[in-house]
């Protein structure tokens, strides 16, 4: 990273960007904000008014939120295997929290080689973060960490003892969407 302050014992601390992508590149990357804020708002429409009764008197983590992982290994995934455990990930997190695919976010950095140790060993290893408004309990937990076990053997050959997943109950006012929070 080009940015970077150095400390008085030559450590490096990353600086925030001096400037923010342009409003047309940020349309570029990300589509036309009212065609994003258009789809998000008929999709939530749709949702409300199939659920609306369920969602009003079940449970908080029946509601739709932020359920998402973060996965982060030391081996190397090919991209369309990447992608693939991607798929996957999401599909788990969704069936083992209870929650709408459609809300699921899923992140993959791989190939962190250097940087990543477990018990001292650079063996395939893996760390991963799953954060979700409700939902986060024992039994849902040993689910979801049951089914990662599973799935990075199989895609990233770690072994089940070589892996940590936490999780994270987000309280709903610290979680933002669509420019705003789910306690709004």
């Not at 708002?41 to 509601?63: I, K, V």
Request: glycine share 8%.
């Amino acid at each position: 990273m080009a940015n970077m302050l150095r400390g008085a014992r030559g450590h490096s601390a990353p600086t925030m960007p001096t400037t923010m992508p342009s409003a047309s590149l940020r349309r570029r990357r990300l589509g036309s904000p009212s065609r994003i804020n258009k789809k998000a708002h008929t999709e939530s429409s749709r949702r409300s008014a199939s659920s609306s009764a369920s969602c009003e008197e079940g449970p908080l983590s029946a509601l739709p939120g932020d359920p998402s992982i973060i996965l982060n290994t030391n081996v190397t995934i090919p991209p369309g295997e990447k992608r693939a455990l991607a798929k996957a990930l999401s599909a788990a997190v969704a069936s083992c929290l209870g929650k709408p695919e459609s809300y699921v976010a899923v992140c993959i950095n791989d190939g962190n080689a250097d940087g990543m140790i477990f018990g001292g060993s650079d063996e395939p290893c893996a760390l991963a973060c799953v954060y979700s408004l409700g939902a986060i309990n024992k039994t849902n937990n040993e689910k979801l960490s049951a089914e990662v076990a599973r799935l990075l053997q199989e895609t990233c050959d770690v072994a089940p003892n070589r892996y940590y997943v936490n999780f994270f109950d987000v309280p709903r006012e610290n979680c933002g969407y669509n420019g705003k929070t789910f306690a709004s």
